[in-house]
């Protein structure tokens, strides 16, 4: 579809699992807000942890979001593919004096994860396997502006005086990866999981360090189950039925506080043309949302 906008927006799952309502819900919320603004849609798969993923998750995911109507852009990167431009960026970093490795096991980590002062202190000397951090000097203070959730403010250099860009086990982490893809496919629009609120000042911090942008965050509200807990793979969130598409996607557009078509269509394009159409982010609840029958 070609774009009439600068709007780049994506959706980025990792292949741990099929898709459920919580995924859907992220994925249809970043689409209609791309397609509102004739904008570019694009989806990532966030293929970095093999130990983590599921045989065939990653078809079943594509394959779902084309059941539910959710037609991507252009072709879909795939992260496993992308440890080079990882490389370059840990580079870049090393340059500017912001790496160090660091062997601490878990029990030797300080406060919110961070090594302090062992590793990067050269107090010790830095066995492999070691990973990689990056410093986050005391006085960084990291402000932005979420379409949803407004004004966000963390003391990122108080809280946490490092973290990791290249894990121990060699795997390239989950905030540099997203950083260095949202920067070279010129992602314009992020529009996510309120789970990863707390990560993206990690990732704004990351973005001015690499010199790149920083684009506009929206976050979602996460999806609960009956006992309150987000729904993820971890607590059995159920496969969304592909059959069942147009129903999931009723529940997905009710949990956004989105208007629904009043008539009972059962055609996927025709749902996603209204809620296109009817898309209002403004409707959208801060936090959490239970999915309504
Ligand atoms: N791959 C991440 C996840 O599935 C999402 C990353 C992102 O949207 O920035 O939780």
Known sequence: MPAHSDYRGRFAPSPTGPLHLGSLVAALASFLDARRAAGVWLVRMEDLDPPREEAGAANRILNSLLRHGLNWDD?????????????DALRLLDERGLLFDCDC???QLGPAGACGNRCRGQRVQVKPPSARRV??????????????QGLQGEALGATLSDFVVKRRDGLDAYQLAVVVDDAAQRISHVVRGADLLDATPRQVYLQQALAVPTPHYSHVPVITNDAGQKLSKQNRAPALDDNAAPSNL??????????EPATDSRDVTALLEHAVR???????PAGLAHPSP
């Open 75 to 87: 072709e879909v990167l795939f992260q496993s593919t992308r440890s080079e431009a990882y490389q």
């Open 105 to 107: 096991s878990r029990s």
């Open 135 to 148: 410093i986050v000097p005391p006085q960084t203070y990291i402000a932005f502006e979420d379409g949803l």
């Open 250 to 259: 009723r529940s997905a557009l009710r949990c956004l506080g989105q208007t």
């Open 278 to 284: 009817h898309w209002d982010p403004a409707r959208i």
